[in-house]
């Protein structure tokens, strides 16, 4: 838990939501808290730190808005725009909508980092690569140290930079490291993180205002889904007991329903809540200099209908977002005085509910095909409008020892009810992977016409790996870290073009594993059949071979013969008396 | 052997043919099994050269570069002035001699001491920081007896350098009898002031970063005027360090962080004091974002904390000062801003400011500066001036440079004799022969550096032996391997070895035996 002290600090803040940080100048920070409530009593909240630092105090180290130990990171490995990404559990399209910020703020199950470097050679630029994750694995607690050059690759369509550079020689270079996220499983014990799904993001670019004043912008968020029955368990009793029978809301249309059995639908009603219910305390204010009027001001927003009332307290006051734009409300909070609101119980049967938007487009990869030797990817996207075609870059990063055939790369339209031809694969980039030193980098530029579900499938090969090459949980397999979707040509409302991503989920691809003691059976096994052939030979060749009435006597022949002897007669007497009685 | 009465005799050439083929076998065991095995399984070891590296120099001593200058006496005559103090100077002091050169412009480097030479009322020497040299004065026709003057005036004036080096010698165990009857004359305050010193400063290195922090404990103030503090009062020290420490200076806000929760402030009169034994804990290591900065070297923190309103004014117990040193940590200031009306609420009159500016930085500045002098190591000597202070610094540190190498090498070589399982990769004999390559052009230079331009030279070959020496000792490729001793490797092998070993053993012992019974016979 020592590492605490070194997260950024609105990591650390969530922790203890003092909702305020490092703030003077109004433009220089802002915060915010979206709070959505999601169907099944699960509640989204979305926190949002933003900051700037000028380019002059960032190069000459004195940080004020910016954290200083990522900020020296950053520089001594010459990383002009870096985006980061923690995220754990899957985010439930069908349930819960959109994702928010469109994607653009979750990455991979695990650690995911992409980030602009600037250098003169490709050299120079891995090795500030790996420096740049060897000094992040260490600030965030993380295991990035082991996004070596296998997980690295060099997205060519799928990431875009944001900032302002000047400078032309950046090379992008972006790694995965699919698994748990060192800072999810560092923060795990604590209330806030027990939630069903979390993406904490730090984004760091220059950005420059006219040319001129250059800055540098670090936005940090953190998202998550909570289980609002989960997270109101009260901290000193986090352990989860059974509901008590006269709690239990019964589906009473099913045949079994009586007074002893009961098919409890939980689903339907969102339990009562409020700030300090979820997070644990009220918030503490507004930020004191964070600016004071405006739109940015209203530091805490809730998104349900207007339909719905709200208990608020003493501390802030309502705004409601005018008519013909989405429902919600926010909130403007007086500095230095908490605020909170009450949130009654809600039943989806009484309530109106607030309109989740709909993802564009689907995705699920799954694996396909058996065996140790052989298998199959499958992409399936679905696309649920009824008009709108879909173009979308498909960008997979797997590790070198899954090994694709790019002949057997095929789309095809499974289910349609869309009447026309349709070209699906636009585009394709690939980089075939280098055994031990890189990954194979695929990006299909894809389209996918309206009301159809498209699959993508190829095959591959399992490489056998070498034996030190296995992790010590090999027979669990080896995750794959999930392809990134990025959806283009979609405009915003001023027209803007606007980044949608989404993320597959992570696979487990299990190798041919050996077993591990075999090493040891195979010194012993060969030792065992070099010794018998060379202990023969090598007898052969020294002994001398006689036959055997040619040898004398020896001491112990003479022993056995005489008891021998001894033994026959004994026995020749007692069989002889035997035979004598009988007769 | 048994089998010998009675059985049919053996020809001789059955015989030879088998010890033919035991001592065949045994041979291509011996002279081609048992090197593949070694050289297969054997670690790799670069030979270092153990002398070199154990080798100590205690015969060390340097010279220190003073230049006189006068606008009034000839050319000639300051030679002679010059000469004559030379050889007046010295004395007891044997670790190093004065170098005195005489010129009609002295130039200011990094280790030269400037004397500037005028006629006045008397003898006198006092330090001018405008021209940033001594200025020397003698009364008229006094002129004959200036050398003696300045000759006592520079053994008096760097005696405490002197104890310095001796002790630096005597610590790291390269001390003679001169030195340690010359440690046992000095006075005992002066050593306890030099061991206390050397106590309290970071061990001598050539990177340092300094980290300093403004930690409030609400959420004003949250800006300072850091830029203008640092140019006033660190930046000019390093530098003036620049040619041996590479110091590399990053400052921080951080709001809402309280100091420890174990430590409680008592309130007297007005105003809130910290006890004394409250002060070591003073420091949220659990909170505040302290970690050492990225590269080498260590990292030198100082840190300002502004209290919670309530807590203002927040003063140490017994100190008059507000600001404590933590040896070989940082420094510490508590600021207490002067509070500003505040026309917008009525709960709260009075609150802390918003922005600190450079005046209300000042006392928490000039004690870090002294803080960091002493973090450092610079003689805190009474005698000299800073600037003074700092070129004897840049000398004991490159002193020091040199020792740490040598002790470095040292402890390097009689790792590799003690632990022969250690490897050694050829990049580490490679860092110990530039290291004492390096190393040996500081000793040259040490001892033939009379002005400030080859005590450059001096400084970038001591720094690069450390650096060398530091990368050869802390080579991760070395203890990797350790762990795996000889025992193991037999063990590996022994199914294999031992039904092997044991029939050619047999056979061995069979023909020695016949070779006996023959000789008998």
Redesign the interface.
Known sequence: MKC???LP?AL?VLLTF?S?????AATDYFERLDLTPLPLGSLLASFEFRSNESLE?YA??????F???L???LQ?AGTKELHLRFTTGRWDTETWGARPWDGTKEGATGVELWAWIESDTEQEAMRKWLTLNQ?LSG?FCASMNFIDETRTTKPSLSFQRTGDHRNASLHLLHGVLPGKAGVASLLDGHKVFDASWQSMSVDVRPRCVSGQNCLVEIDQTIDMVLNIARAKRPREDPIPRPVQPYELICDETKPYHSQDTCYPIDALETPAWSLKDVFGRPAAGA???AEEGGPEAKSLCLNIPHSQGVWIGAGGFEVRSPPGEAEKRCYQMIAGEPFDFDMPKTSVRTHKQIELEEELITAERTMTGHGAAKGGMRTVFTNPSATEPVNLVLFESLPWFLRPFMHTLKAQIVESEFPFEWEIIKDLYYRPAVDRRRGTQIEVVLSIPPASVVMVTYDFDKAILRYTEYPPDANRGFIVAPAVVRILDKADASGNAKAIYLRTTSLLLALPTPDFSMP?NV??L???V???A??SI??I??R?F?AFD???E?KIGKLVKSARLRVATLKEKITGTKADKTE | M??A????V?TQR?VSL?SR??WS?WVIILLLGLPTWWATTSIERASLPSDLMLASHDDLWYSIPVCLSSASIAKNELAKLAWETQKLAKGQQFLFKFHVQAQIQCQQDAVTTLITIAEGEDYDIQYSSRSASFEARYPEGGMPSLPFHLATFLQSAFLEEHASVAYQLFTSGKSNEDIQSFIQTLPQDMTNNIQKAANRAFKPGSNYHL?I?LFTAG??P??WD??QA?DTYIEPIVYALSSTSNI?????????SSFSPSVQPQQRDSTWRLKKEDLTSFVN???????P???QGPTINFITYVPAKQFIPLLLDDNSTNSWLVPQWGGITILNPPLRSNEESELESEVLP??LDHASLVPAFESFQTQLLQLLGVPQSTKLPLQERLKSFQRLSALSLYLRTSSNLGSLARLAQRLSNIPIPRHVLRSVDSALARLSVFQQCLTTSTTGESWSTCFTSARAAFVESEKAFFDKSMVGQVYFPDEHKVA??L??L???GV??VV?LL??MKSIIGRRKR
């Open positions: 605490l002290v070194s600090e650390w003092v305020c940080l490092s703030i003077v105090a000459s180290q004195d940080f004020r808005y954290p200083r130990s900020g020296q990171v001594h000094g600030l930020c004191p200099l040891y010194i012993i060969t030792s065992t070099m010794a018998l060379f202990g090598f007898n060749l020294i001398r006689v040619e040898v004398p020896n | 048994s089998l009465m009675g059985t049919p053996e059955e088998r083929v035991v076998f980290s922090s959420s004003a949250s800006s850091i830029r640092l590399s200076v990053a400052s921080q806000v951080q709001l809402y290591t659990a909170e505040w974002p302290l970690s900065s990225i590269g918003d922005h590996v092998y199914p294999l031992g039904p092997v029939p050619l056979g069979g023909e």
